[in-house]
């Protein structure tokens, strides 16, 4: 989960959230993450952490649901096939 949080963190740092805030028992939507700023963060982690998020059937609603989400993304990654 580090991996994903430090990414997490990162991304929106840059975008005004201060990282202290960013923790896993945080609500996503009370540190400033809405449902535009959410895809974005998954599509930056799918691309620096190498893995492919499947779609999201419900939004999480903390930084913990996101995680999770992220770790069962890379805990399949191993056993996703790439094209050739």
Known sequence: M???LDTL????????IEPERVTPPAELE???VDSLLLIEAVFEMEEKLGVR???LGTLPQT??????I?????AQAPQMSSPQ
């Not at 930084?63 to 999770?68: E, F, R, T, Y």
């Not at 992220?70 to 890379?74: E, F, G, T």
Request: net charge negative.
């Open 70 to 74: 992220i770790d069962r993304a890379l």
């Open 9 to 16: 963190r990162l991304f929106l740092a840059e975008r005004g």
């Open 30 to 32: 009370a540190i400033g």
């Open 63 to 68: 930084v913990s649901d996101l995680l999770a």
């Open 2 to 4: 580090t991996a994903a």
């Open 53 to 55: 998020v499947p779609e």
